[in-house]
């Protein structure tokens, strides 16, 4: 039986794909860096919703960034899961 995926795991599954197909065309070494990327986040809880809803849009940029003639691999795809909260324990942000 096939498992049902909730719209933002379809959004989450179709940005890594999408990762590793640009990945392996920029650079076939990257692709171990953008699994590391994705592996780092998995520990984001499925209800965490603003999170996962950053890290999205975070990935997107870099993966839109792939897509730039000069840039010619992967070495750091840093995710940085926790941005959301630093943001909100921001004084101008109260």
């Known amino acids: 039986m096939a498992t049902r995926h909730s719209g933002l795991q379809r959004q989450v599954l179709a ?4 990762a590793l197909r ?9 692709v171990e860096t953008v699994r590391a990327a994705f592996r780092r986040s998995q ?3 499925k209800k965490d919703f603003r999170t996962i809803e950053f890290l999205l849009r ?3 940029r ?14 750091v795809f840093r995710v940085a899961a926790a941005a959301p909260e630093r943001r909100a324990r921001c004084p101008a942000a109260a």
């Open 15 to 18: 940005l890594y794909r999408e």
């Open 22 to 30: 640009k990945a392996r065309r920029k650079d076939p070494d990257s």
């Open 43 to 45: 520990d984001v809880p």
């Open 58 to 60: 975070q990935g997107e």
């Open 62 to 75: 870099r993966v839109k960034m792939l897509d730039d003639p000069d840039v010619r691999g992967v070495k």
